[in-house]
């Protein structure tokens, strides 16, 4: 049983960083992309960030490239999201997702999910 397990949101004010944390069970994820979405409230859930785990190729939304990195680490099955210069549009719960195979930024190709965690960044 696949299990995603989100840590690290909290309250922050602009322009300040977190390191969010996703620990990820059940299953080798050698063949497997790690995706980063996020949710503002009464908003759609969208794509943030996005990496391949064999090959380590990531890919960003244009919102955040430049402030957002996305890295995994093998040993610890754990894939990290560090967001810096946060912005109050950063705001919302973000959520870890997997999916057999390569990239992308479709909410509805990706099979598992984890509970997600709140980030808040306050002007």
């Known amino acids: 049983q696949v299990q995603l397990v989100e840590s690290g949101g909290g309250l922050v004010q602009t322009g300040d960083s977190l390191r969010l944390s996703c620990a990820a069970s059940?299953?080798?994820?050698?063949?497997?992309?790690m995706g980063w979405f996020r949710q503002a409230p009464g908003k759609e859930r969208e794509f943030v960030a996005a990496i391949n785990w064999s090959t380590g190729n990531a890919y960003y939304a244009s919102s955040v490239k430049g402030r957002f990195t996305i890295s995994r680490d093998n040993a610890k099955n754990t894939v990290y999201l560090q967001m810096n210069s946060l912005k109050p549009e950063d705001t919302g719960v973000y959520y870890c997702?997997?999916?057999?195979?390569?990239?992308?930024?479709?909410?509805?190709?990706?099979?598992?999910w984890g509970q997600g965690t709140q980030v808040t960044v306050s002007s």
């Open positions: 997702a997997a999916r057999s195979g390569g990239i992308s930024v479709a909410v509805r190709l990706y099979s598992y």
């Open positions: 059940g299953r080798t994820f050698s063949s497997y992309t």
